[in-house]
């Protein structure tokens, strides 16, 4: 079984959210997955589970990872095997408790004593490690997903060693990275002409899918022609090798470049900082003409005028819902069914009549009446949808 503990001495920043998530998600891929609280906060525990559930869960802490720690905490004995819950296929968790944190100053104690060979402060010790690789047996988990507190406490410190499963240190550290390649745009020799459209650019990589983040790389460019005046860099996020198959963020433009030769270089340094904020600089390098520019609204991200309207719809009461859409199969009413059918049969009889019209008229209206009927006969137009497409035939008529 692979353990992954989400750490970070800050608070707040989506440790529990990412190993709800990462759970999940292990999960539907088909690993059986172990999602295990070790933090008193319980939030995971929370997501998981609605509020009753949670009360069951907590009366007592009966059900709850303090279950198999109680022995230890009142000197009974040793921990008791773990309660785990299964909460979606493949998906088992071990819930967290709020009385997890009288555990803490038992295991600071116990800490120095393990390097004495303290059989009993070494259980304290080891506790977290050995309940969740008994879960994980009785689970017959492959990974598990351990959520811990933002501090560097005793739990912590035992909960890391929880997630040292295989011997090693660390087996990974898990680190942000950009999930797309960030590339500037620029005319390859494949085009070659100055009147290109700027979809048709060559994407140049500057960082390239997958880079760990923060970072900072550098990429060099340049100019077309001799005397160019100013250099426009679009900027843009995707896979694709041409710029109009990739997400636009934005442009750098470098503008009054002094009289310089064909083929000048100009360096363009991308900085993605950690918010996911890119910060794009290009300079000319023969006269160090430059410009900056800052994209912190990628394209997956909400713009400020999005945010705003999703918050108003949200204060605003609730409506009442739209009324229903008629029923899969109902159809146009009558006289809608009528004037579609007559207009069907009439553009028939104008398909069936010698040509003397172009070709792609015909093929329209052969291609709009196919529509028209399709959608009768299976029932999935109302009247307007079925008006519309009438009209389009009615329209394409004319031509014929
Ligand atoms: N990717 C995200 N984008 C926006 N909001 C997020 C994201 N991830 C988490 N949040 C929100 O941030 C808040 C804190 O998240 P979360 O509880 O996961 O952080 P945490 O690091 O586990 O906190 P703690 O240190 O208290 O355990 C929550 O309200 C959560 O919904
Ligand atoms: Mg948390």
């Known amino acids: 079984m692979r353990t992954l503990v989400l750490f970070n001495n ?84 071990l819930p967290g408790d709020l009385g997890m944190s009288r555990f803490e100053d038992k295991l600071s104690q116990s800490w120095p004593g393990g390097f004495q060979n303290d059989e009993n402060a070494l259980r304290d010790t080891t506790s977290f490690y050995r309940i969740v690789q008994g ?86 460019v340049q100019t077309v022609v001799q ?10 996020q995707g896979e694709a090798a041409r710029l109009g198959d990739c997400a636009r963020l934005g442009t750098v433009l470098i503008t009054d470049i002094p009289r310089s030769p064909a083929g000048s270089p100009v360096d363009v340094t991308f900085r993605l900082d950690l918010s996911g904020v890119l910060h794009v600089t290009a300079v000319h390098r023969p006269s160090g003409r430059a410009t900056e520019v800052t994209i912190a609204d990628g394209p997956a991200r909400l713009t400020h005028r999005r945010r705003a309207r999703a918050r108003k719809a949200l204060a605003e009461p609730r409506r009442a819902p739209e009324p229903e859409a008629p029923p899969r199969g109902a159809g146009p009413g009558e006289t809608e069914r009528l004037l579609a059918r007559a207009l069907c049969e009439r553009a028939a009889r104008a398909l069936a009549a010698p040509e003397g019209v172009s070709a792609d008229a015909r093929e329209r209206v052969a291609r709009l009446t196919r529509d028209l009927e399709r959608g009768l006969a299976e029932g999935v137009l109302d009247d307007l949808a079925a008006a519309a497409r009438r009209e389009a035939l009615a329209d394409a008529l004319l031509d014929l």
Not at 38 to 65: C, M, V
Not at 163 to 180: C, K, M, N, Q
């Open 10 to 93: 800050k608070g707040g920043v989506g440790k529990t959210t990412l190993a709800y998530h990462l759970s999940h998600m292990f999960a539907r891929l088909g690993h059986r997955t172990l999602a295990v609280d070790l933090d008193p906060q319980a939030n995971l525990t929370s997501a998981f589970f609605d509020e009753d559930r949670l009360e069951e869960i907590w009366e007592d802490g009966k059900e709850s990872i303090l279950a198999s720690i109680q022995p230890r905490l009142s000197g009974t004995g040793d921990i008791a095997p773990a309660k785990v819950i299964e909460a979606a296929d493949n998906l088992f968790v």
């Open 227 to 236: 005397g160019q005046k100013e250099a426009h860099l679009p900027i843009a």
């Open 135 to 220: 879960a994980g047996a009785e689970t017959g988990a492959s990974i598990a997903v351990i959520d811990v507190g933002p501090n560097l406490g005793a739990i912590n410190r035992a909960a890391l060693l929880a997630g040292r499963a295989s011997g090693a240190d660390v087996d990974e550290v898990l680190v942000d990275i950009t999930p797309h390649t960030l590339s500037v745009g620029a005319l390859d020799r494949a085009i070659g002409s100055l009147d290109a459209d700027e979809g048709d650019l060559a994407t140049v990589p500057v960082i390239p899918r997958g880079t760990a983040v923060p970072v900072e790389r550098s990429e060099t």
